[in-house]
C-alpha cells in the first residue's frame, strides 16, 4: 500500500502548515476557487499517491526543462519529489536494466491507477525504428505504457500535434500521440508549454482525479480556451493601428503591437499573456518579439515566423498568397487590356463590311 | 462576306426599330442584391486586404486616442454579415423569382445551356465570332461561372465566420467553429480566407469587363440593364 501525499511530507520533515501552504498553491494552480481548497487538503491526505512515469520519445526536452521552472517550487519540489515518479529518462539515477524494471514494476503494480506523461511524437515509418529505447520501438512502448494508465498527458507540441518532427515532410511520420492511443488524452501544447500550466494540469489530474475540461483540441479550456491576442497587454495598440514596423524602430521602443511582425498572437491559443513565463516575469510579446504561434498544429509550416502571411508552396520563399494574387489580379487585367484592343479591331472590321452593305444596297 | 450577328442586327435595324422589344430581365431584388453585393465585396476585400496588412495610416501617441483598425475589422464583420444574409435571398429569389433569376440557370443542365457555353467560348474567348445567340438573361457559361463564385461565396463564409468564432458567443458564427481545427489551426483557415480574396478580386475584374464587352458587342443595354431591369432582346426572326 502506497502513502498518501501527506503522509510522505510529514515523514521528510514537512510541517502541517507547510503542507497546507503547497495544498493551497496547488489549488491555484489548478485553478480552484478558495472553497476548493479543502479538497485538495482532503486528497492529498487521504489519497495513496499516484505514479507517474513520464516518457520521452522524438522531443529536445524543452518540457521537462520548462516543468523543473515552475514558479511554485513547492509544488514542483512535491511533485517530483513527493510524488512516486518512477520512471523519466532525464530526472531519474537509474539506468539500464535497473530503469526499465521500475517501469515494468510501475505498470504491473499500479495497473489502472498510474498516470502517463510523454514528451515528444512517435514516429511510425518503417516500423517505428526513427526511435527505439531499450530494443523496443516508441510505439511498442507507448501501447504497453498507456494500456492500463489512469491518464494519459501528452506534453508539448510533439506528443499534442506534432511539432518539429511532423513539419513537412516528416520524414519518420512522427505522430501525436491521440493519434496513437484510444483514451482521452490530455494536450497541453507549446513548444515548451508553460510551466505552471503543467503543474497545474498534473495538480488536476492527480487532486481530482479526472481529466480537467477539455476543448475539440483535448487541449484543457482553462488555459487554451482564449488566445494569446485576447489577453495581451498589447492589444489596444492592435486595435487602435499603432504597429511595429521593424524590430529597431521607434514604435519598437514604445511597445507598440507586433502585429505586422508576424505576431501569432491572434491565431494561438495559450495563456503566456495571463500565466506569463519565469515566475511570471515575461513573455515574447512583453519582451518586444512576435509570439510564434508555438501551441498550434503546424507552426513550423505556416512560417515564415516574422511574417503575418505563410509562404504559397511553389513559389519561392518570399511569395505570399499576396504576391501570387497581385501576379495573377495584374495578369487578369493585363488579358483584359488585350482582349479589348482586339475586340475593337474586330468590331471596327465588322462597322466597316456593314457600312460597305448599306452603301451597295442604297 | 461575314455574316456574324452585328451585320444581320444592323440590316434589321436600319428603319426597323420595332423589330427589338424591351423585356424585363432583372427583377428589383436580384438588381439590389446585385449591388449590395457589388458594394459590399469592395469593402470586404479592402478592408480584408488591410486586416492582412495594415497601413500606417494615423499616428496616435496613445492607443486610446484612436481605433481605427478596431473600425475596419468592425466594417469587415458587418460587411460580411450583410453578404452573407444578402446572398441567402439571393437563393430564396432563384425559386420564386422569374425565369432569368431561377436557380437552374446556374447548372447547365440542359443540352442549349451546354451549346450557348461553347458559343460563348467562341465569343468571348476564342473570338472567333463577334456576337452569337446568347439568350437575354444571364449567359450559360457566365451563369455556370456565376455557381463556382456562389462556392466561393460559401468558402469565404465559412472560413470566414470560422475565424470569427473565437471572438463571437452569437451562434451563426459558433456553429462554425469546428471547421478550425479540421482546417488544421487558424493559421490555414487564415490563409485560405486570405487567398481566396484574390479570386474575388480577380473575378470583379473580369466580370466587369465581360459585362461592358457584352454591351459593347451585342448592343442591347446589358450595362444599363443592372440598373433598369431593361435588355433589349431580338425580334423572332422575321422573313421580309
Known sequence: MGQSIWQSMEKKGYSRRQFLQFCSAA????????????????????????AVVWMHFQECTCCSESFIRASHPIVADALLDVLSLNYTETLMAASGF????????????????????????????????????????????????????????????????????????????????????????????????????MMAVVTHVLV?????????????????????????????????????????????????????????????????????????TSYPIQSGHPCIGCSEEGFWDNGPLYQHLSTFPGFGIESTADTVGTFVAAATLAGVAAHAVVTNVRKHKVIAEVHAEEEKEQ | MSTTGIAAKSKFANGHPADYRRVYVWEMPVRAYHWINAIVLVVLCITGYLIGAPIRAFYASEAYQQYWFGWIRFLHFLCAYVYVFNFLMRIYWGFVGNKYAKWNNFFPLTKAQREEIMDVLKTDVFQVKLHGAISTGHNALAAFIYFFTFLAFCAQSITGFALYSSMSNSWIPRMFTWIVPLMGGEMSVRYWHHLFMWFFVTFIVVHIYLAFYHDYIEGRGTISSIVGGWKFDKMPEKKD
Not at chain 1, 485538495?40 to 499517491?49: G, I, T
Open chain 1, 27 to 50: 489549488a491555484a494552480a489548478a485553478g480552484f476557487a478558495q472553497s476548493g481548497v479543502a479538497q485538495v487538503v482532503s486528497a492529498f491526505e487521504k489519497k495513496e499517491k499516484p
Open chain 1, 98 to 197: 535497473q530503469a526499465e524494471k521500475s517501469l515494468q514494476d510501475t505498470i504491473k503494480n499500479n495497473k489502472g491507477k498510474y498516470i502517463v506523461l510523454v514528451e515528444g511524437a512517435v514516429p511510425t515509418k518503417d516500423g517505428g525504428v526513427y526511435c527505439m529505447i531499450g530494443g523496443k520501438t516508441a510505439e511498442s512502448i507507448l501501447q504497453e505504457v498507456s494500456k492500463d494508465a489512469a491518464a494519459i498527458v501528452a506534453w508539448g507540441s510533439c506528443a499534442s500535434n506534432g511539432c518539429v518532427q511532423a513539419a513537412k515532410p516528416n520524414p519518420t511520420h512522427a505522430t501525436p500521440i491521440h493519434k496513437l492511443v484510444d483514451k482521452p488524452v490530455i494536450n497541453v501544447p507549446g513548444c515548451p508549454p508553460i510551466a505552471d500550466v
Open chain 1, 208 to 280: 481530482l482525479g479526472q481529466i480537467p475540461a477539455l476543448d475539440s483540441l483535448g487541449r484543457p479550456k482553462e488555459f487554451y480556451g482564449r488566445r494569446v491576442h485576447d489577453t495581451c497587454y498589447r492589444r489596444p495598440n492592435y486595435d487602435a493601428g499603432l504597429f511595429v514596423e521593424s524590430f529597431d524602430d521607434e514604435n519598437a521602443r514604445k511597445g507598440y503591437c507586433l502585429y505586422k511582425l508576424g505576431c501569432k498572437g491572434p491565431v494561438t491559443y495559450n495563456a503566456c499573456s495571463v500565466v506569463r513565463w519565469n515566475e511570471g
